[in-house]
């Protein structure tokens, strides 16, 4: 009996492993660079947004088509031009079993209107929010905002009770470096929830099994596993250590595509990657000119035209992108071809220019780039070099990670510097409002002109579309013809990864993996 009772036992075991191992499906994703932080309102960056998106949820939401949808509200409604009224979902709970209700709602949007928040701009329109009942919100704007739910879109929904309880209240002021329990740790809705993280080497993602939604994928785990070097990174998707690569390197494509047992996804991404110069110094913090050349229009132009875009989209880029004349691209309410033509390509042109500001000889300048945030970053700085080295600007190239790079930018650090932007909202007004607007978060080339301060007003006031558009167009002519910063290109992005894994391609670059799959 004992013999007979060993035996079973031993089957029993063995088709539960069977069955655990038929069941756990596991996709191990890598990028060149980790989520900067975990607090959903503390900076608002791509990889670090595609992580939170795993985890937090938002009234409303973009869907794999990028169309807006209901998330954590059901509907809503408009009770007069500047009062919205968001009714919730009754069935959803955090991670822990808790259930959400308007008071987080609440909760989360004054939390993201805190001065450490990096999301405060994309509500800064929001004047009162409230709790009408347990599952009501009414939120109140200065002025009609036509752009409100794409802007939601973005604020993500935490429970307070766990801010609270975990001195979470507000966000980490990641520019100051602080250390919070909301930066390592994460308690959402969403679809999955974080078991383990080690920043820049491992987070862990698990199936959250009191999520409210439709499941549609089959896994059961998901690894972040950060891999700076692209070689590596390429090297280790081959080897089948990791599943999908978020931003295969466009040099290694074709040998992936080579791979009988893996693929690879490109799509225009809604990103531009430009450089900025800092027009308000009176001197340059680099540079051997006791003064700043930047703020004349003439020597920013000379940058401009000396800077091959076709030799880097070529070169560079291996055809990968687009070149670019504004900082955003097709689909975003406002967008033109006419505005995004580049001007010409002319280093005589430029070596003019520069001798007309008074700068027949150059000058020397520090150019700071990332080194593992956006496609080729180093590499197109270093081409950026050899250009500019052309007309006489000598420049020292100081490449650093992203971490690094934004926290000194953001400190006031950069003279000549590389940063991207998406626009999630889809609309121009995100542009403005952060690079442009007089004093704005990310406008580090202090850019200041009241009739484009004006325009933002009515790009978030103006209902009236025909109005609206206008002011948009008057503020891209001001800005483009100011030359403040100098647009490169739109980013083509490129997935990589087993063929038997499916995470569909999104034109912003966030995988949304509760609609993923590994057959």
């Not at 001065?115 to 994309?122: G, L, Q």
């Not at 383990?196 to 596993?225: A, D, M, S």
Request: charge should be neutral; hydrophobic fraction near 40%.
């Amino acid at each position: 009996m004992k013999s007979k009772n060993l035996i079973k036992f031993l089957l029993a075991t063995f088709f539960v492993f069977l069955s655990t191992q038929s069941f756990a499906k596991t996709i191990k994703w890598s990028m060149q660079g980790d989520s900067l932080t975990l607090d959903p309102h503390a900076q608002n960056e791509g990889p670090t947004t595609m992580v939170s998106r795993q985890v937090y949820e938002a009234l409303v939401t973009r869907g794999l088509d990028m169309s807006i949808g209901p998330q954590l509200a059901t509907d809503w409604k408009t009770t007069n031009p500047t009062t919205w009224v968001f009714n919730l979902r009754k069935d959803v709970k955090f991670s822990d079993g808790t259930s959400m209700t308007s008071e987080d709602v609440v909760f989360s949007i004054l939390r993201a209107q805190q001065p450490t928040s990096d999301f405060k701009e994309y509500i800064s329109t929001v004047t009162s929010v409230k709790a009408l009942d347990e599952y009501t919100v009414e939120i109140q704007t200065r002025d009609p905002n036509p752009i409100l739910l794409n802007q939601l879109s973005n604020i993500f929904v935490m429970s307070r009770k766990w801010c609270h309880e975990n001195f979470a209240i507000v966000p980490q002021n990641w520019d100051a470096g602080q250390e919070t329990f909301s930066a390592t740790n994460s308690m959402g809705t969403g679809p999955f929830k974080i078991t383990l993280r080690e920043p820049n080497t491992k987070t862990v993602f698990k199936k959250n099994t009191k999520w409210w939604g439709n499941v549609e994928h089959n896994l059961t785990q998901i690894q972040l596993l950060p891999i700076k070097n692209a070689a590596t990174r390429v090297a280790a998707l081959l080897s089948g250590e990791i599943d999908i690569v978020t931003d295969a390197p466009v040099q290694d494509l074709a040998r992936i595509k080579s791979s009988a047992e893996h693929k690879v996804e490109s799509t225009p991404q809604m990103r531009t990657i430009f450089l900025g110069m800092d027009q308000a110094a009176d001197k340059l913090r680099s540079g051997n000119t006791g003064d700043n050349p930047f703020k004349k229009k003439e020597v920013r132009q000379a940058f401009y035209q000396a800077i091959d875009i076709e030799a880097i989209k070529k070169k560079v880029m291996r055809g990968l992108s687009e070149p670019a004349g504004i900082i955003t691209f097709p689909g975003v309410t406002g967008y033109t071809k006419e505005l995004d033509k580049r001007l010409p390509y002319d280093v005589n042109a430029a070596k003019q220019l520069l001798a007309d500001a008074g700068y027949p000889n150059g000058f020397d300048i520090e150019l700071r780039c990332p080194n593992d945030r956006y496609v080729n970053d180093e590499a197109i700085c270093t081409a950026v070099v050899g250009m500019l080295g052309k007309i006489g600007i000598n420049v020292n190239l100081f490449a650093q990670t992203k971490s690094k790079h934004f926290k000194e930018l953001k400190d006031d650090q950069g003279d000549f510097y590389m940063l991207g932007w998406g626009v999630p909202t889809l609309d121009s007004h995100y542009v403005f409002h952060y690079l442009y607007e007089s004093g704005a978060s990310w406008n580090k080339v202090n850019f200041s002109d009241p009739e484009v301060d004006a325009a933002i007003r009515v790009m978030e006031g103006e209902v009236d579309l025909d109005k609206r558009n206008a002011a948009i167009a008057k503020a891209w002519k001001i800005v483009r013809d100011n030359i403040a910063y100098l647009p490169l290109h739109h980013q083509v992005i490129s997935w990589a990864s087993k063929k038997k894994v499916n995470v569909p391609i999104r034109p912003n670059n966030e995988p949304l993996f509760r609609f993923s799959s590994i057959n």
